[in-house]
């Protein structure tokens, strides 16, 4: 059975620190997929990023980076001179390759970050 | 664009009771699904669809029936409540194909049970 756990439950820091979300998966899959999603005060979820089993590169995107790492089952996000508008929940998610289109994310439990200003 | 519109956002029902909650997007999406959000469990899969007239079960289907009969509606629907129930419940929808789970979700719906 597929599991992802996101160990931290809450994460507070001050505005401009960077901070990591760690993610950890469980799969016997060799072809799946990762994903990452926003959900902030407002309620809905937005996809943040995706990556396949067969593409550990790291990826940048403005002020966050993913790190993908099979040999660890991890895959960690990074926000770097953080914000308060970085304020939200964030999930680490997995799924099968999608047959036929059934797309079945699992989730982790979240974690909550908070930024101070 | 709407993108994926869910109704009613608040929901007060009694044990026993039944309702739907309703599910529409306008992307042409043919990827439907719908989880429910629970303190400490993340979200839990409930029922998905990959076109009309196709549904299948995901991980906490009890309590839970749903249809397809178009393309852009997705009703849940719960035929006699219970507190157990008691969740925030998203919708969500993509492409099939062309982007696997690169999910849109609609804004919830937080269902209390009494």
């Known amino acids: 059975a597929q599991k992802v756990t996101q160990a931290q439950t809450e994460i507070s820091v001050v505005e401009k620190e960077d901070v990591t979300l760690d993610c950890v998966y469980e799969t016997r899959d060799t072809t799946y997929y990762l994903f990452w999603y926003k959900q902030p005060p407002s309620g809905e979820l937005v996809f943040l990023i995706r990556r396949n089993s067969f593409d550990e590169q790291n990826e940048i995107s403005g002020r966050y980076s993913w790190n993908f790492q099979k040999s660890t089952s991890s895959f960690n996000f990074t926000i770097t001179a953080s914000q308060v508008v970085d304020s939200a929940v964030y999930f680490c998610?997995?799924?099968?390759?999608?047959?036929?289109?059934?797309?079945?994310?699992?989730f982790g439990q979240g974690t909550r970050l908070t930024i101070n200003p | 664009n709407a993108g994926v519109t869910q109704t009613p956002k608040f929901q007060v029902l009694k044990t026993g009771q039944s309702m739907t909650l309703q599910c529409a997007q306008d992307?042409?999406?043919?990827?439907m699904s719908w989880y429910r959000q629970d303190p400490g469990m993340g979200l839990r899969l409930i029922h998905y669809?990959?076109?009309?007239?196709?549904?299948d079960q995901g991980e906490v289907p009890n309590g839970y029936n749903v249809s397809r009969s178009t393309t852009e509606d997705f009703p849940l629907r719960l035929l006699s409540a219970a507190p157990s129930q008691t969740s925030v419940y998203f919708c969500a929808s993509s492409l099939r194909h062309r982007r696997p789970g690169e999910l849109f979700f609609g804004e919830g719906s937080r269902l209390t049970v009494l």
């Open positions: 669809s990959v076109g009309a007239g196709i549904t």
């Open positions: 998610a997995l799924s099968e390759d999608p047959i036929q289109g059934a797309q079945k994310l699992v």
């Open positions: 992307m042409n999406h043919e990827y």
